[in-house]
């Protein structure tokens, strides 16, 4: 049965790119909440990168992430993404027509193509494929029109108005599929477009197809097959390109160099790689073409998949600090355990006491104490960078002593501010009153001798 977008209606579905581009943009609780700081056994030779994990949202490496570079077929990524808001829960029924004047934005150009005529119609969801496998230009244009409304400038404006959308900060674009100079994006801008279309059942299907038989149509008597540009899914033909854990990208390239934007799985652990302008010359392979951006991108993710795992931080058993107890005659001090186990990615051979602990607790904390109070918070950092905070739970009861609540209070009282304003205001009452007494007799004693002068 073919996959569909299982989608709520295209304003929910608006809607929620903006909430995912604010949440990447917000913090851990959401995509790329900050860099551990791993350096890479392999050397990236990519002008830009960006490696992320998706289950922590953690940035493992980055490299000029925020440095806009030219897109090529990335800019495919936007004109799929507003193709899907459109006819995301019907992908077979509407028919979009090739017409003849967009084939002059293609033609003489040396573009990639998936042989489409002029004059055909095809659904949505064979453009999709044609875009994303072989990363067909005329295929986008045929998609910019319609949704333009028979306009292309119309639909680039809505490209940029998505990207903006999206949270998309280093991105801009001029035509539909790349082959403008112009377009532009940044390694993290192109990591919240595929992080975007992975939400699509259809999106992830075809990114991860070796290739798709084009329908028979009005120029094309029977069907025919695309290939996919992406060697790393390519069991068959994959060559050294080909991982088993590399689930779908998007490729571009407009000179000597390749763009990757693409996403991998391994174990339950997912990642979204992006590595821009990677130079032919980084590539050792020669079959069947240099892909360079491949190479990179099997290098890195193999770093990653050799070398970490996502694991517990903290242990929920295990006590990690105590504080101290007032009014108790049966314990000082209480145990405090993490309410959390702070899932996060570390070396394979590494465990949680390599993460840095900063600890939010008062000095003590009054009796009576109930197993499982809120008593503070621990922030974790791995490689001077925050992870996240986990709260931090009273691990046994403890009562209270009146007796000693009592004494505490009384004595807190006598050290009191107020007591202290009471004693002192008393003595100055004291004083005056003192003062006022002699002033007075002093008074009383000058009349007695005033009276007993004789006339």
Known sequence: MKKHFHGAPRFLRRCAACLLALGLLAGPAAPAAGAVGFTPTCEVSAEAAYLVNTDTNLIIYEKNSEQPLPAASLTKLVTASLLLERYGDDMDTPQLTAYSYLFDYVYGKNASHADIRQGEVLSPRTLLYAMMLPSA???AYIVAHDLGSGQIDNFVNQMNAFASRLGCTGTRFYDPCGLDERNVTTARDAYLMIRYLMEFDIFREVCGSDEYMMPANTRHES???????????????????????AQGGKTGSLGEWQNFASWH?????????????????????????????????????????DSFSIQPALDTEQPIEEIKVDYSAEADTVMLYPADSMMTILPKDADGSVTQKTFHLPESIPAPVRQGDVVGTVTLS??????????????????????????????????????????????????????????????????????????
């Open 137 to 139: 230009n005329e295929a």
């Open 265 to 305: 799985n391994q174990n339950g652990e997912t990642y979204i790689c992006v590595v821009l302008h990677s130079p032919d010359s980084c590539d050792p392979y020669e079959y069947p073409t240099k892909r360079p951006a491949l190479y990179e991108t099997g290098q890195l993710m193999d770093w990653v998949f």
């Open 223 to 245: 069907p025919y097959r695309i290939d996919n540009t992406d060697r790393m899914v390519q069991e068959n033909y994959g060559g050294n390109y080909y991982r088993s854990y």
């Open 382 to 455: 791995l490689s001077g960078e925050e992870i996240g905070t986990v709260e931090l739970l009273a691990g046994r009861d403890i009562e209270r002593s009146e007796l000693l609540f009592v004494i505490a209070r009384i004595g807190e009282f006598f050290g009191s501010l107020y007591f202290r304003v009471v004693v002192i205001l008393s003595l100055i009452a004291v004083a005056l009153y003192l003062g006022f007494f002699v002033w007075n007799s002093f008074k009383r004693r000058g009349a007695k001798k005033v009276r007993r002068r004789p006339y």
